[in-house]
């Protein structure tokens, strides 16, 4: 069932990626979330709403949740997860850097991720136990193993507190690594890190859904995986560290280091 469930993921995913794209240029409506930097377009809602539609028709029996339901998730067993557009910012600024994500959860854990980039026709997935795969092709994480030849993602958090909680990790990473990269997509950011385009990821302030499939693509091409403290990632998280498992111990040893009053 899982793998029936993946490639019904990946369909839907590709039809609202290319939905969105064509309705890039058509946003009407742009209303603010938690914070005034934090924005819903009707085309958001109109994406979560096609997945939502197609999923519910398909696997009725399954509970599906997106980021702009008007209601919290507690419930992660046989529940489907989906961030519409996730980048929103980059949407709605005509940069190409957005993606539509779509996670399934059985008891508590994402197994099964699939990330569609419709600006790059790139289609990231993965289910639990058959390995990651890119447009067809299975990923792995890079093989750098030394920070100088690494390049990490992040998102830039908005809220001061949350910026005094990491600023201290730029500041130390940034001279010893290759370079820092913000995508402005947190699934995109993951999925680069699981098919070595990065060797790792790193976020504060940022929530379950953003990452879901991301989480399982990722495990699956032989990440690991924690939040800042250096716990592992559950939907409780509210912060992510993502690294590919060929960095040496010296390398992770040292982003622990500066982690360890997060």
Known sequence: MLEERLQVALEIAQRAGEYALHNQKRITSVDEKKRDTDL???????VQALITQELKS??????????????PLKDFSSTWVIDPIDGTANF????????????????????????????????????????????????????????????????????????????????????????????GSAALGVAYVACGRMEGYFQADLSFYDIA??????QEAGALIFDLAGNPWSTESHSLLVL???????????????????
């Open 40 to 46: 819903v377009t009707n085309v958001d809602r109109e």
């Open 58 to 71: 398909r696997f009725p029996e399954d509970t599906v949740w997106g980021e702009e339901s008007d209601h």
């Open 92 to 183: 709605m600024h005509g940069i190409p850097f957005f993606s539509v994500s779509i996670a399934y959860f059985e008891h508590g854990s994402p197994v099964i991720g699939v990330i569609f980039a419709p600006h790059f026709k790139e289609s990231f997935y993965a289910c639990r136990g058959k390995g990651a795969f890119l447009n067809g092709e299975p990923i792995t994480v890079s093989s750098v193993e030394n920070l100088n030849r690494a390049i990490f993602g992040t998102g830039l958090p908005h809220s001061e507190d949350a910026w005094k909680r990491i600023e201290s990790l730029y500041a130390s990473l940034l001279p010893r690594c290759q370079a820092i990269r913000s995508l």
């Open 213 to 218: 499939a991301g989480i399982c693509i990722a």
């Open 244 to 262: 590919s498992k060929n960095l040496s111990e010296e390398s992770r040893s040292f982003i622990a280091k500066h982690l360890a009053s997060r």
